[in-house]
């Protein structure tokens, strides 16, 4: 995989520089009324690994690079790059931008950026993984220093968002916030990005504002030049918004009701999957499981006990009962989509309940054990009635789940904080690389990249060899073969017990049009409203 040049590849107002960058709206322009289930964490890019909080902030905060339509990388902030050396990249960067404040854009805020971003008080670390150091070299070149070859880094730098340096120094906002102690700084409540759209406004839980950035680089391919997101947490609610007109967009659809929209003439439904696999993480380190009645040792250190979760889960009639089909069952844990998934690891075992039974017996919980399980209710499609479910499957081998469902923003500070038994996530894979979640998910956590969402605090050296070695490995049949390995090493050690790769049609008026994106990050740079 050796690189070459390349080409092809609270309220926010900044008086008299947005005022300049807002044009007069066009005869054609039209806003964009979108609604989905979950809010943002924060506006600091660095902050918090979100897929909502990033899908909203690509609109105001770029990077050097871009994903197209088809998810292949081409230039953003940088115009060019050259691999020096297998650990030495260059970067020319785009010159004549500027920040929504006005100030242009330049080496230092590259600089400065990835300062930010490696402070361990983040999680965005994953996006930089690999980079020792990032240098200027002059006002629009820097080079990046790599601790080793990196495959995959132009997929991982298209999160790593830049700040401006003058900004941020400016509003005290040089370092990360802190979300999971509840900080707030000036960053976190407002934006000032180079990107499409400007953030005007902010009301967590109610809406954001954004308006077209006349002053953008590039041009927006579409007509929305105001852009309105409403977090509606109810799926009834939330339907009913589009139906009564009140939204133009939903991306977050309840699955009972997706036959109905179908057959509405005045509304369409975009069909796609989204590179994201539900899963339940348990605590496997902790000498102590937390929220149960087993004192003194922790069942989820014993893989019996976490196989017998795994065998007690019917994932078929999750997807037939819960999920009225929109979803693949799934057996390990990156989805179809993915570089390094692949189908014949990914064949589900059939539910066996007197199977877990006996294992358990045989770990030593012949009447099973209380556990607690975190939720979110308001993230992911149907997340509360899939542990609603998963507490029933659970209890016909003895477990006594005591469910705490809760929305997102208090949740996953939660288990963020390792105060939890066990709990479900959904992760998304920015890069389509399987290494993305291996990393994240299942290597032993450092102060790093490395392990940022291991949770359950999993640690298998074997493991955290083929992880490391897929970081730097180029020759592509070796790394796909690393990637099988560790995969299946994940899968049969049942370190979590994945659910299911979750399928994601959205639904919209007749008069509107967009890209569907696997990453479930839509783009209102796209968006075209008749």
Not at 412 to 431: F, P, R
Request: aromatic letters at 8%; a positive charge; proline letters at 5%.
């Amino acid at each position: 995989m050796n690189m070459k040049i390349s080409r092809l590849f609270s309220a926010v107002a900044f008086a008299t520089a947005v005022a300049s960058s807002i044009a007069a709206a066009p005869s054609h322009a039209a806003t964009l009324r979108w609604g989905a289930q979950n809010d943002i964490l924060t506006l600091d890019p660095h902050s918090q690994n979100h897929a909502t909080t990033h899908g909203l902030l690509q609109h105001s905060y770029e990077g050097l690079v871009r994903y197209t339509k088809d998810f292949k990388v081409e230039p953003a902030l940088a115009t060019s790059w050259q691999q020096v050396s297998p650990t030495q990249w260059r970067f020319t960067l785009r010159k004549g931008v500027k920040f929504h404040d006005g100030t242009p854009f330049t080496a230092d805020d590259v600089v400065f950026s990835y300062g930010r971003i490696i402070q361990p008080q983040g999680t965005n670390q994953i996006y930089v993984s690999g980079v020792k150091e990032v240098k200027k070299v002059d006002d629009h070149t820097v080079e990046m220093v790599l601790s080793g070859p990196n495959p995959v880094l132009l997929r991982l730098l298209v999160d790593f968002r830049i700040m401006s340096k003058a900004w941020s120094v400016k509003n005290k906002s040089e370092n990360v916030q802190n979300y999971v102690a509840k900080e707030e700084s000036f960053a976190s409540r407002n934006a000032n990005g180079t990107g499409p759209y400007i953030i005007k406004l902010w009301e967590p839980d109610k809406r954001i504002v954004m308006a077209a950035n006349t002053a953008w680089w590039d041009k927006i391919e579409g007509n929305a030049t105001e852009v309105i997101y409403t977090p509606i947490k109810a799926d009834a609610t939330r339907v009913s918004a589009l139906l009564a007109g009140d939204v133009d967009l939903v991306t977050d659809l309840p699955t009972q009701d997706v036959t109905r929209l179908r057959s509405d003439p005045k509304l369409k439904v975009l069909d796609g999957h989204e590179v994201r696999t539900i899963f339940i993480g348990m605590d496997q380190f902790s000498q102590e499981l937390l929220y149960s009645n087993i004192k003194g040792k922790n069942p989820f250190k014993d893989m019996r006990v976490r196989k017998a979760l795994n065998m007690a889960v019917d994932r078929e009639a999750i997807k037939r009962i819960t999920m009225r089909g929109l979803s693949i069952p799934a057996a390990i844990m990156v989805a179809p989509g993915v570089h390094g998934h692949n189908a014949d690891m990914d064949k589900v075992v059939p539910v066996d309940v007197e199977g877990a039974k006996k294992l358990l017996t045989e770990a030593g919980y012949p009447a099973g054990f209380e556990f607690g399980l975190d939720c979110p209710n308001n993230r992911y499609v149907n997340d509360e009635e899939i542990c609603q479910a998963l507490v029933g499957m659970w209890a016909r081998v003895g477990m006594k789940v005591k469910l705490n469902a809760q929305p997102m923003a208090s949740f996953i500070s939660k288990i963020q904080k390792l105060d939890h038994s066990a709990y479900m996530l959904g992760w998304g894979v920015a890069t389509f690389d399987a290494n993305y979640t291996l990393q994240s998910l299942m290597r032993t956590k450092t102060t790093g990249a490395d392990g940022s969402f291991n949770l359950g605090r999993i640690s298998d050296a074997k493991l955290d060899a083929l992880i490391d070695s897929a970081k730097t490995e180029t020759d592509v049949p070796k790394r796909d073969a690393l990637l099988r390995e560790a995969l299946t090493i994940t899968r049969d050690n049942y370190y979590y017990v994945p659910l299911h790769h979750q399928l994601r049609p959205w639904a919209m008026k007749r008069n509107v049009s967009t890209i569907h994106k696997a990453d479930d990050r839509p783009e209102s740079r796209f968006a075209r409203i008749e």
